[in-house]
């Protein structure tokens, strides 16, 4: 009779164990994720991360030229075919249109319904990716050595002159002003009007894009193996030494927290400038990641993988895709993750992902639709 009435207790004290268990160590309650559905993508890696709007609707661009329309439930609603190769990431204005640049030195807008709505031509490729004002200006890079600005009808609103390839992405600020890197070893700070704020020199060439902090630092790397982070007035705060030179862009936690790649390793640093972990992977890593709000950070892994490690560098868990994943990877705010290799992949879990962190920057191009653009930002 004893033995009968533990039984209840003995049950009361394992539910508690794992609700414990769930509350302390969040990793434990996560259920493995799985692929929801794939999308074969034409003939070669796409290096384009996806966009996606508020209905679902995910914009992916690939390395052979074309930009697909993606349901939420994996079916292809169209596809569009752009002069050559794009790697500029697509970005949704608030009526829908979809702007994207190409290496047929076009710069692109097409309709939701996948109409041609203008080009406007430059002087060279467009791998840049475009950021959104809030007036709807678009802003972005070429090879030229051109940065432009260009009305929502594809008319030139201006242009400013650098002297090197700029194929950083532009980042905005609340204020409006438009932050981008060049070649020329110089990062800039350019008034809404298309005059020179401040520029900032560094030692190597600026080919990853900036990310900006709900305090109005802004965070960019350069490939003299520095990590800078920089006042809204051009003043340097702090700068970091990782030895860094590849692609990868950074991305924020709620918390302020910074997170990228430096070469094969993922990284996390501090918002004063402090080296808080590293790790490192067989190859080099070019893409961004992506914080969730649940505190995974999620990696593409150019030896086919997806990542997901904890916000201190524990692991989470892998996921392993079919080949190379170059593309930074997207977070819907279903909870959804987004990858894209020679396939669109949409990744959750049984008891769902975690949408984007609330922060100014959880992602490459800083939210879902890939604005490129702070809303807010908090004094420091």
């Given at each position: 009779m004893?033995r009968?009435k533990?039984?209840p207790?003995?049950?009361?004290?394992?539910?508690a164990c794992?609700?414990w268990?769930?509350?302390?160590?969040?990793?434990?309650?996560?259920?493995?994720?799985?692929?929801v559905w794939t999308?074969?993508?034409?003939?070669?890696?796409?290096s384009?991360?996806?966009a996606?709007v508020?209905?679902?609707?995910i914009y992916q661009?690939?390395?052979?030229?074309?930009?697909l329309?993606?349901t939420?439930?994996g079916?292809?609603?169209?596809?569009?075919?752009a002069?050559r190769?794009i790697?500029?990431?697509?970005a949704?204005g608030d009526d829908g249109t979809?702007?994207?640049?190409?290496r047929d030195?076009k710069?692109y807008a097409?309709?939701?319904?996948?109409?041609?709505k203008?080009?406007?031509q430059?002087?060279a490729?467009?791998?840049s990716?475009?950021a959104?004002g809030?007036?709807?200006?678009?802003?972005f890079g070429?090879?030229?050595?051109?940065?432009?600005?260009?009305?929502?009808?594809?008319?030139?609103?201006?242009?400013?002159p650098?002297?090197?390839i700029?194929?950083?992405?532009?980042?905005?600020?609340?204020?409006?002003t438009?932050?981008?890197?060049?070649h020329?070893?110089?990062?800039y700070?350019?008034k809404p009007?298309?005059?020179?704020?401040?520029?900032?020199?560094?030692?190597g060439?600026?080919?990853?894009?900036?990310?900006i902090?709900?305090?109005?630092?802004?965070?960019?790397?350069?490939?003299d193996?520095?990590?800078?982070?920089?006042?809204?007035?051009g003043?340097?705060?702090?700068?970091l030494?990782?030895?860094?030179?590849?692609e990868?862009s950074p991305v924020?936690?709620?918390?302020?927290n910074?997170?990228?790649?430096?070469?094969?390793?993922?990284?996390?640093?501090?918002?004063?400038?402090?080296?808080?972990?590293?790790s490192?992977?067989p190859d080099l890593?070019d893409?961004?990641?992506?914080v969730?709000?649940?505190?995974l950070?999620?990696?593409?892994?150019?030896?086919?993988?997806i990542a997901?490690?904890?916000?201190?560098?524990?692991?989470?868990?892998?996921?392993?895709?079919?080949?190379?994943v170059?593309?930074?990877p997207?977070?819907?705010?279903?909870?959804?993750?987004?990858?894209?290799?020679?396939?669109?992949?949409?990744?959750?879990?049984?008891?769902?992902l975690?949408?984007?962190?609330?922060?100014?920057?959880?992602?490459?191009?800083?939210n879902?639709r890939h604005?490129?653009?702070v809303?807010?930002?908090?004094?420091r």
């Open positions: 004893q009968r533990s039984k207790l003995s049950l009361a004290v394992t539910l794992l609700l268990l769930a509350a302390h160590f969040p990793c434990a309650a996560q259920s493995d994720p799985t692929n999308v074969q993508l034409p003939y070669t890696a796409a384009s991360s996806p996606i508020p209905d679902g609707t661009a690939t390395f052979t030229g074309e930009l329309a993606v939420p439930a079916k292809i609603e169209w596809t569009f075919k002069g190769e790697k500029s990431s697509p949704v979809i702007y994207f640049g190409s030195r710069f097409v309709t939701p319904q996948g109409r041609l203008w080009t406007f430059t002087g490729w467009v791998d990716s475009p959104l809030a007036d709807g200006t678009i802003y070429s090879w030229d050595t051109n940065f432009y600005a260009l009305h929502p009808d594809g008319s030139l609103e201006w242009i400013f650098t002297c090197g700029v194929d950083s992405s532009p980042a905005l600020g609340a204020d409006g438009i932050y981008f890197g060049s020329d070893k110089r990062f700070a350019l009007d298309g005059t020179l704020r401040w520029s900032f020199a560094t030692g060439q600026i080919i990853s894009s900036p990310a902090a709900a305090d109005g630092t802004i965070y960019f790397t350069s490939t193996g520095n990590f800078y982070a920089l006042r809204s007035d003043t340097e705060r702090w700068r030494h990782t030895g860094g030179a590849t990868s924020l936690d709620e918390n302020g910074i997170y990228l790649a430096v070469n094969a390793d993922r990284a996390s640093i501090s918002p004063d400038g402090k080296s808080r972990w590293d490192s992977t890593i893409a961004s990641p992506a969730a709000a649940n505190g950070v999620y990696y593409s892994q150019p030896w086919h993988a997901a490690v904890w916000q201190d560098g524990s692991s989470a868990w892998r996921l392993n895709t079919f080949l190379r170059v593309a930074s997207s977070i819907g705010k279903d909870g959804t993750l987004y990858i894209a290799e020679y396939s669109l992949r949409a990744i959750n879990s049984t008891n769902r975690a949408p984007p962190a609330n922060s100014s920057w959880p992602m490459f191009r800083a879902p604005t490129g653009r809303e807010r930002e908090k004094p």
